[in-house]
């Protein structure tokens, strides 16, 4: 099983700040099959990239998703009111599939 | 547009059974493979089970395997989680979710499943 590792935990910034997630994993994972997700309390969460880099449908550009092999990397280039909440990445090229812990943004 | 809608889930006695739907709408549901994942209090998400697009393949995380059985009808647009021999830590908000490129994309809202005596 591929293991997952946000890090920070917690991201504490301001509205307009640039936020930088990390997922590291426990081993390569294959064809960069890699996904993060955004998820606010009560809500559904929401596909913002797959295959490590590419958007999901109206996803606002600020978000980008990089990274290869077993570190990838989120960055949202200037944070949002609305982009306050969890994120997790999630690795679908082995199985099972896994999750990260998440990473809290919150607003600072 | 693709909406998801999970209905189902409530208060179970431990050892009980409890079944999952949920009713696709908005794109051709044969098409996708579809899933189940859930997060317990406080947790985050765990990947629970999923579907081929047309069924006759079936993927389960090894803490439900043998106790849930996921199954579709591409007739009604629904997919349903059964659930056996639940435990306390079964205890969570399940989501539905279509997959789209191997990820999950469009989710449902989730509905909660409570395993307490």
């Known amino acids: 099983e591929i293991v997952l590792t946000q890090s920070p935990g917690t991201l504490s910034l301001s509205p307009g700040e640039r936020a930088t997630l990390s997922c590291r994993a426990s081993?390569?994972?294959?064809?960069?099959?890699l996904a993060w997700y955004q998820h606010k309390p009560g809500q559904a969460p929401r596909l913002l990239i797959y295959?490590?880099?590419s958007r999901a449908t109206g996803i606002p550009d600020r978000f980008t998703g990089s990274g290869s092999g077993t570190d990838f990397t989120l960055t949202i280039s200037r944070l949002e009111p609305e982009d306050f909440a969890v994120y997790y990445c999630?690795?679908?090229?082995?199985?099972?599939?896994?999750f990260g812990q998440g990473t809290k943004v919150e607003i600072k | 547009e693709v909406q998801v809608l999970e209905s189902g889930g409530g208060l179970v006695q431990p050892g009980g059974s409890l079944r999952l739907s949920c009713a696709a709408s908005?794109?051709?549901?044969?098409?996708?493979?579809m899933s189940w994942v859930r997060q317990a209090p406080g947790k985050g998400l765990e990947w629970v089970s999923s579907?081929?697009?047309?069924?006759?393949?079936?993927y389960y995380a090894d803490s439900v395997k043998g106790r849930f059985t996921i199954s579709r009808d591409n007739s009604m647009n629904t997919l349903d989680l059964q659930m056996n021999s639940l435990r306390a830590e079964d205890t969570a908000v399940y989501y539905c979710?279509?997959?789209?490129?191997?990820?999950?994309?469009?989710w449902g809202q989730g509905t909660l499943v409570t395993v307490s005596s």
């Open positions: 999630q690795q679908y090229g082995g199985s099972p599939r896994t």
């Open positions: 908005g794109f051709t549901f044969s098409n996708y493979a």
């Open positions: 979710t279509l997959i789209n490129y191997g990820a999950f994309d469009y």
């Open positions: 081993q390569s994972v294959s064809s960069n099959y």
């Open positions: 579907i081929s697009s047309s069924g006759p393949y079936t």
């Open positions: 295959g490590a880099s």
